[in-house]
Nanobody
Framework: QVQLVESGGGLVQDGGSLRLSCATS????????MGWFRQAPGKERKFVAAINWAGGATYYTDSVKGRFTISRDNAKNTVYLQMNSLKHEDTAVYYC?????????????????WGQGTQVTVSS
């Protein structure tokens, strides 16, 4: 059974930084594309970033380009999301997800496995 566990969320001031981690187990992590999504209260879950299975291709939603960086360590079965210059509108529950196809996609339907989420709160 594939499990994804996010960590690293918390409360940070506007302009601050956080690094989210997503540790996976029970699956073929090195063949999965990985994605980060977020969901603010009362809103739908939205794509944030994705990385392909080898780490050679990354994708971002426009609002986080230049501020967030997705990366992966296949030796540790872990994907990261470095978030800098955080803004109040980044406040959400952040979820990581795994895509067996390996390519990476902004479409949540493409993802097969999901973590439980970690809360990120940016105070203005």
């Amino acid at each position: 059974q594939v499990q994804l566990v996010e960590s690293g969320g918390g409360l940070v001031q506007d302009g601050g930084s956080l690094r989210l981690s997503c540790a996976t187990s029970g699956g073929a992590f090195t063949s999965y594309a990985m994605g980060w999504f977020r969901q603010a209260p009362g809103k739908e879950r939205k794509f944030v970033a994705a990385i392909n299975w080898a780490g050679g291709a990354t994708y971002y939603t426009d609002s986080v380009k230049g501020r967030f960086t997705i990366s992966r360590d296949n030796a540790k079965n872990t994907v990261y999301l470095q978030m800098n210059s955080l803004k109040h509108e980044d406040t959400a529950v952040y979820y990581c997800a795994a895509d067996r196809s390996g390519g990476g996609s902004p479409d949540p339907i493409q993802y097969n496995y999901w973590g439980q989420g970690t809360q990120v709160t940016v105070s203005s």
